[in-house]
Nanobody, 125 residues
Framework: QLQASGGGLVQAGGSLRLSCAAS????????MGWFRQAPGKEREFVAA????????YYADSAKGRFTISRDNAKNTVYLHMNSLNPEDTAVYYC????????????????????WGQGTLVTVSS
Protein backbone atom coordinates (compact mmCIF):
# COMPACT_ATOMS: atom_id res chain seq x y z
CA GLN A 1 0.00 0.00 0.00
CA LEU A 2 1.28 3.44 -0.94
CA GLN A 3 0.22 6.68 0.73
CA ALA A 4 1.15 9.96 -0.95
CA SER A 5 1.12 13.25 0.90
CA GLY A 6 2.57 16.74 0.85
CA GLY A 7 0.51 18.36 -1.85
CA GLY A 8 -1.04 21.76 -1.46
CA LEU A 9 -1.35 25.26 -2.83
CA VAL A 10 1.86 27.10 -3.63
CA GLN A 11 2.71 30.24 -5.54
CA ALA A 12 4.69 30.14 -8.75
CA GLY A 13 8.38 29.90 -8.00
CA GLY A 14 7.75 28.09 -4.75
CA SER A 15 8.67 24.63 -3.57
CA LEU A 16 6.98 21.54 -2.22
CA ARG A 17 8.12 18.16 -1.02
CA LEU A 18 5.89 15.19 -1.70
CA SER A 19 6.22 12.00 0.29
CA CYS A 20 5.08 8.49 -0.44
CA ALA A 21 5.05 6.01 2.40
CA ALA A 22 4.90 2.31 1.63
CA SER A 23 3.60 -0.34 3.94
CA UNK A 24 4.09 -4.06 4.02
CA UNK A 25 6.45 -5.65 1.54
CA UNK A 26 5.60 -3.15 -1.18
CA UNK A 27 8.86 -1.27 -0.79
CA UNK A 28 11.24 -4.21 -0.92
CA UNK A 29 13.48 -4.16 -3.98
CA UNK A 30 11.15 -2.02 -6.02
CA UNK A 31 11.58 0.86 -8.38
CA MET A 32 9.59 3.87 -7.25
CA GLY A 33 8.12 6.44 -9.58
CA TRP A 34 6.17 9.66 -9.51
CA PHE A 35 3.54 10.45 -12.11
CA ARG A 36 1.11 13.30 -12.45
CA GLN A 37 -2.20 13.98 -14.08
CA ALA A 38 -3.37 17.48 -14.87
CA PRO A 39 -7.05 18.25 -15.39
CA GLY A 40 -8.18 17.00 -18.77
CA LYS A 41 -4.84 15.40 -19.53
CA GLU A 42 -3.40 11.92 -19.44
CA ARG A 43 -1.24 10.72 -16.61
CA GLU A 44 2.43 11.32 -17.33
CA PHE A 45 5.77 10.26 -15.99
CA VAL A 46 7.68 12.67 -13.74
CA ALA A 47 10.57 10.81 -12.10
CA ALA A 48 11.73 7.38 -10.99
CA UNK A 49 14.40 5.98 -8.73
CA UNK A 50 16.02 2.59 -8.40
CA UNK A 51 15.72 0.50 -5.26
CA UNK A 52 19.19 1.48 -4.02
CA UNK A 53 18.69 5.11 -4.90
CA UNK A 54 21.82 5.11 -7.04
CA UNK A 55 19.92 5.68 -10.28
CA UNK A 56 17.22 8.18 -11.11
CA TYR A 57 15.53 9.41 -14.23
CA TYR A 58 13.42 12.48 -14.91
CA ALA A 59 10.99 13.72 -17.47
CA ASP A 60 12.29 16.72 -19.36
CA SER A 61 9.76 18.91 -17.57
CA ALA A 62 11.23 17.90 -14.22
CA LYS A 63 14.94 18.00 -14.97
CA GLY A 64 16.79 20.64 -13.01
CA ARG A 65 13.76 21.47 -10.85
CA PHE A 66 12.64 18.22 -9.24
CA THR A 67 14.65 15.69 -7.26
CA ILE A 68 13.50 12.20 -6.39
CA SER A 69 15.00 10.46 -3.39
CA ARG A 70 14.19 7.59 -1.09
CA ASP A 71 14.81 6.45 2.45
CA ASN A 72 14.53 2.68 2.50
CA ALA A 73 14.79 2.58 6.27
CA LYS A 74 11.58 4.61 6.39
CA ASN A 75 9.97 2.95 3.36
CA THR A 76 9.47 6.39 1.91
CA VAL A 77 10.17 8.07 -1.40
CA TYR A 78 10.22 11.83 -1.85
CA LEU A 79 9.79 14.28 -4.67
CA HIS A 80 11.35 17.64 -4.00
CA MET A 81 9.91 20.20 -6.36
CA ASN A 82 11.43 23.64 -6.86
CA SER A 83 10.65 26.55 -9.16
CA LEU A 84 7.09 25.41 -9.52
CA ASN A 85 4.94 26.95 -12.21
CA PRO A 86 1.20 26.71 -12.98
CA GLU A 87 1.89 23.98 -15.55
CA ASP A 88 2.94 21.74 -12.66
CA THR A 89 -0.59 21.80 -11.27
CA ALA A 90 -1.78 18.19 -11.16
CA VAL A 91 -2.57 15.25 -8.98
CA TYR A 92 0.72 13.53 -8.23
CA TYR A 93 0.82 9.78 -7.83
CA CYS A 94 3.54 7.53 -6.53
CA UNK A 95 3.91 4.01 -7.83
CA UNK A 96 6.01 0.91 -7.31
CA UNK A 97 7.45 -1.43 -9.91
CA UNK A 98 8.72 -4.82 -8.74
CA UNK A 99 11.00 -5.22 -11.76
CA UNK A 100 14.67 -4.39 -11.80
CA UNK A 101 15.78 -0.90 -12.74
CA UNK A 102 15.46 -0.05 -16.41
CA UNK A 103 15.06 3.49 -17.63
CA UNK A 104 12.65 2.63 -20.41
CA UNK A 105 10.41 0.63 -18.09
CA UNK A 106 10.55 3.28 -15.38
CA UNK A 107 8.72 5.79 -17.56
CA UNK A 108 5.86 3.47 -18.49
CA UNK A 109 2.66 3.67 -16.51
CA UNK A 110 1.59 0.11 -17.25
CA UNK A 111 4.83 -1.33 -15.83
CA UNK A 112 3.98 -0.27 -12.29
CA UNK A 113 2.33 -2.74 -9.97
CA UNK A 114 1.12 -0.57 -7.10
CA TRP A 115 -0.25 2.95 -7.00
CA GLY A 116 -0.91 5.47 -4.29
CA GLN A 117 -4.07 7.53 -4.11
CA GLY A 118 -2.55 10.79 -5.32
CA THR A 119 -1.94 14.17 -3.78
CA LEU A 120 -3.04 17.44 -5.37
CA VAL A 121 -0.51 20.14 -6.17
CA THR A 122 -1.88 23.51 -7.19
CA VAL A 123 0.48 26.25 -8.35
CA SER A 124 -0.97 29.72 -8.55
CA SER A 125 0.41 32.40 -10.86
Amino acid sequence: QLQASGGGLVQAGGSLRLSCAASGRTFSNVVMGWFRQAPGKEREFVAAISWSGSSAYYADSAKGRFTISRDNAKNTVYLHMNSLNPEDTAVYYCAADRSRWDVARATMIHEYDYWGQGTLVTVSS
